[in-house]
Each structure stands twice: as structure tokens, then as C-alpha cells.
């Protein structure tokens, strides 16, 4: 026979089990968006440098038609080859200059591997940003959406931080670091004397670049960490 204190027993475990469910999905959706919020801040921001005027700007200030021994024209000619075969394909980078390859075998072996990085990680952006739209029509009327959109948006700045300050005063150590994690040992040690790829995207280019990808990184993460916080206080009690 079920008493009234059985009753009361079972609902409150089924309570409990219920409470301890939506705690765990919380907290594995907030992973989640704390993850696909990085990863998307760093997709936008690397967008603005993916143009032939910045380059232009960079090279410029790098001395690239110095180094190519082109004319401003030719190495205008050459980027926008190269960003053409980068972004949209195919990746041959078989582009010319005067008649000859810009690039030799090896060059245009890291190039492709390149474009094999950029499109993982623009793969990687889309799922982080289609996982942030699904977890948003799902509990964007949850304070936890809310506030673990702002720490990803806080830890991108932090990160930022750090990183940039590595990158800031041992610059050729961590470009060869981003290296090693993402290419093969021996593929992109080229040599600026011969080789047109470090001619045409000269050292200073990928300092200043860095430098100002990591300012955008630390802006839009400000921004997103500070809006959300904004929206987190706004949802009130539904956590």
C-alpha cells in the first residue's frame, strides 16, 4: 500500500532527478557556448585581413617589391593570385610574373596545406556559430546562456592577452610554434633570399598583421562579454 509519505518521497526524488538533469544540460551547454564563442570572435576577426588593400598596405611597409625585385604592379598582380587560389581555389598557386612561376614546388606545397588550415578552421567557425543560434533558440531565455557567452567573450580577450604579449616580445618563437602545431616539420622554413613566398608576404607583414588580428580579438571579445552580461542580468531568475 503507498502511503502519503511515499508519494511525497517519489516526487521528490523525481524533482531531484529532474533538477540534476537541467543542472548537467546547463552546464554542457555552457561548454559549449563558452567553445563556439571563441571560436567564432576568432573567425570574425580574422575576416578584415583576407583583402588585397591591407596586404597592399603591409606589403608596402615590408618592402615586398623590394624584396621581389617587382614592380608595386606586379606584386599587386601576384597577391591577388594568391588570395584568389586561397580563398576561392583551386589551390594551384601557379600564378606568373614576367613569364615566370612566382612560387616553386615547395612554396606552393605550404600554400596548399595553408588553405587546408583556413578551411578546417572556417569549417570549425560555422559549427561554433550554428551551435551558438541552436543553444540560443533553445535557452536564450536562460541567465547560463548568457553569462557563458560573456566569459567566452572574456577568455578570447584574456587570451589575448597573454598570447599577444608572447607574440609581442618573442615574435619569431611563437610564428615557428604556430608552425610546428599546424604543418609539417621542414615545410615552411623558406629562405628570403630566393624563395618568393617571404619575399611577397614579408616578417613585418605577419608581425603588424598579428598584432592588429589580436587587437580585433580583444574588441569584439570586450564587446560580446559585455553585451551578454547585460543580457544575463536581464533574465532575471530563469537560469
Known amino acids: 500500500m503507498t502511503t502519503a509519505s511515499d508519494t511525497?518521497?517519489?516526487?521528490?526524488a523525481r524533482i531531484d532527478r529532474e533538477t540534476g538533469a537541467r543542472r548537467l544540460g546547463a552546464a554542457v551547454g555552457g561548454l559549449a557556448v563558452v567553445a563556439s564563442t571563441v571560436?567564432?570572435?576568432?573567425?570574425?576577426?580574422i575576416l578584415p585581413f583576407f583583402n588585397p588593400w591591407w596586404l597592399g598596405l603591409e606589403q608596402d611597409r615590408g618592402g615586398a617589391a623590394?624584396?621581389?625585385g617587382w614592380t608595386p604592379d606586379q606584386v599587386r598582380s601576384a597577391t591577388d593570385g594568391l588570395l584568389h587560389d586561397l580563398v576561392l581555389g583551386p589551390p594551384d598557386f601557379a600564378m606568373t610574373?614576367?613569364?615566370?612561376?612566382?612560387?616553386?614546388?615547395?612554396?606552393?606545397?605550404?600554400?596548399r596545406d595553408v588553405r587546408?588550415?583556413?578551411a578546417g578552421f572556417g569549417l570549425a567557425a560555422v559549427a561554433g556559430l550554428a551551435t551558438l543560434l541552436l543553444l540560443w533558440r533553445v535557452a536564450g531565455r536562460r541567465r547560463w546562456f548568457w553569462r557563458s557567452l560573456s566569459t567566452g567573450g572574456a577568455l578570447a580577450?584574456?587570451?589575448v592577452i597573454v598570447l599577444g604579449a608572447f607574440f609581442a616580445v618573442a615574435f619569431d618563437t611563437a610564428f615557428d610554434l604556430f608552425h610546428r602545431l599546424f604543418f609539417p616539420a621542414g615545410s615552411y622554413d623558406f629562405d628570403v633570399g630566393s624563395e618568393r613566398l617571404v619575399q611577397l608576404?614579408?616578417?613585418?607583414?605577419?608581425?603588424?598583421t598579428t598584432l592588429a588580428f589580436g587587437a580585433v580579438v580583444f574588441a569584439l571579445g570586450l564587446l560580446a562579454a559585455a553585451?551578454?552580461?547585460?543580457?544575463?542580468?536581464?533574465?532575471?531568475d530563469r537560469r
Open 39 to 45: 571560436v567564432v570572435i576568432v573567425g570574425i576577426a
Open 227 to 236: 553585451l551578454a552580461r547585460r543580457r544575463a542580468a536581464a533574465a532575471g
Open 97 to 111: 610574373v614576367a613569364g615566370q612561376p612566382v612560387f616553386d614546388a615547395r612554396e606552393r606545397a605550404h600554400m
Open 66 to 68: 623590394a624584396l621581389t
Open 8 to 12: 511525497t518521497r517519489t516526487r521528490t
Open 201 to 208: 608576404l614579408p616578417e613585418r607583414l605577419w608581425y603588424e
Open 116 to 118: 587546408g588550415v583556413f
Open 157 to 159: 580577450a584574456a587570451a
